[in-house]
């Protein structure tokens, strides 16, 4: 296993560590000229938000503070100078942005008026919040205010729950924050642990994991379910990999996996790996039904008893068709489809190649989390290397899959990175296919929430196919043998 670059020197960190500080200020300070406010214009340009009162101030401070951020967090990717060292940067950073308004998106307040509509007896995966009368619908994005809730129930009884406490639309946002951040920090208590399972410098998993601008901007400040969800994921999966063998545990471990399903869906792909995780000694298919099945029977409780006590049944998995509404060249088969479109529309056709490409997409995500599955099975049958943690394994897969996840799905948004880089960054012997990635969706999302792909579109979806057609052949080039 990897065991990580020598620390840097104090200067070094010293310096990376106040740039990333200012970077967050001036982030937090460009949310209050133009963040994601509640009355703020909706449907803004970057040439609108320019000419407004403030706009280049809002721009710039937005612009210099993501470089900053995105700058430090780099410079320190492959070596910081302790775990707690990268606890209390990663805290120092999201200081300014746990007290600015919402940045990059306005997700927060749908899940306000999601939470609003299941508050007053209405089923929000039957009436979307605008029918039901929220009163802060005007500040939801209008593309979300005609549908139903694509969250499970979970996550909605959280969003009323924050709706009960709040009061007003301030405090409700105040809750949702406050929830984002409980999820974040239990996903950062389970770090050490599943670092040291898997054999990986555990400063190097937290710096990597936590530091990220993708989690100040849009966990903390945007409050972003997917805090929920990584913290519930993380915790189940350190259960699964710490007490393998053993039914009560393995039975925490599967409700943990399955609340995190019920906040957000994405996370069942997750709960395959992690009944290998389960399995204690050797790994034959009598040790996987039995072990496994432990963790399965947590996973389908949690599914079936919070769908019921939330009275809303399994409305949620309806919902789960909408998430995909938006077309955004960020998502590889959508730029695929919009490509082929835009060629069919020179020749004066019209394919409507996207929901093709999409369907195409996820049936080709499923043969992959098969195939990934199958090749952890197969490592931990019969190790080519006996070193390898059975923990190491598991982990990987795990986020290999969540990597495929957000790359075939129909639609990413900048937040999305965040599934694979927690688990990648505890498993990931190179880091700079994922950290890459991440650091550019950081450069997406305006603070209002306006998302730059969809000003770039045509462009966007040229590039984002040229790069997966280079993804695709550049390995083939490489293991062609040369001639003499």
Not at 262 to 285: C, D, E, I, M, W
Not at 385 to 414: E, I, N, R
Request: aromatic letters at 8%.
């Amino acid at each position: 296993m990897a065991s990580g670059p020598p620390p840097v020197d104090g200067r070094g960190a010293s310096l990376a560590r106040y740039a990333g500080l200012v970077g967050a200020v001036l982030l937090a300070v460009a949310g209050y000229l133009g963040g994601a406010l509640p009355h703020a214009p909706l449907g803004a340009t970057p040439e609108s938000i320019w000419r407004a009162p403030g706009g280049p101030a809002t721009l710039a401070c937005w612009l210099v503070g993501t470089g900053l951020l995105v700058g430090a967090w780099w410079s320190l990717r492959g070596a910081v100078p302790s775990t707690r060292w990268a606890y209390g940067t990663a805290g120092l950073w999201a200081l300014p942005l746990l007290v600015a308004p919402p940045l990059g998106s306005r997700d927060v307040y749908s899940y306000a008026c999601q939470g609003w509509t299941y508050a007053h007896g209405v089923d929000p995966y039957a009436v979307p919040v605008a029918a039901a009368g929220c009163p802060w619908a005007d500040a939801v994005a209008p593309i979300w205010r005609d549908t139903p809730a694509p969250y499970g129930p979970v996550f909605v009884l959280l969003a009323a729950l924050a709706v009960v406490l709040g009061g007003g639309l301030t405090g409700t946002i105040v809750a949702l924050r406050v929830i984002a951040v409980a999820g974040l920090l239990l996903g950062a208590l389970c770090l050490p642990g599943l670092a040291r399972a898997a054999g990986v410098p555990t400063r190097r998993a937290v710096w990597l994991a936590l530091a990220g601008p993708l989690v100040g901007v849009h966990l903390v400040a945007g409050a972003h379910n997917d805090a929920v969800m990584l913290g519930l994921l993380l915790s189940g999966l350190l259960i699964a990999v710490r007490r393998p063998g053993r039914p009560s545990a393995l039975l925490v471990a599967g409700v943990l996996l399955g609340l995190a399903v019920t906040v957000k869906a994405s996370a069942v792909v997750v709960t395959p790996f992690a009944a290998l995780a389960a399995v204690r000694g050797r790994h034959t298919v009598r040790s996987l039904l039995r072990d496994g099945g432990w963790l399965t029977g947590g996973v389908l409780g949690a599914l079936l008893v919070s769908s019921a006590a939330s009275g809303l049944g399994f409305g949620w998995v309806g919902g789960l068709t909408h998430s995909g509404d938006s077309e955004q060249w960020t998502s590889p088969p959508t730029a695929v489809g919009l490509v082929v479109d835009y060629a069919g529309a020179l020749a004066g056709r019209g394919p409507q190649a996207v929901p093709v490409l999409r369907a195409v997409a996820l049936l080709l995500l499923a043969v992959v989390l098969v195939v990934l599955w199958w090749r952890a099975w197969r490592a931990l049958r019969a190790p080519d290397d006996p070193a390898l943690a059975h923990s190491w394994v598991t982990l990987h897969g795990a986020g290999l899959a969540l990597a495929a996840t957000v790359v075939l799905s129909p639609v990413f948004h900048p937040w999305y990175a965040t599934w694979p880089l927690v688990l990648l960054a505890l498993t990931a012997r190179r880091t700079t296919w994922f950290v890459v990635p991440a650091a550019a969706a950081a450069f997406l999302a305006l603070p209002d929430g306006t998302n730059l792909a969809r000003f770039t579109k045509a462009p966007g979806a040229l590039a984002m196919t040229a790069l997966l057609l280079a993804a695709i052949l550049l390995p083939t080039q490489r293991r062609r043998p040369r001639p003499r």
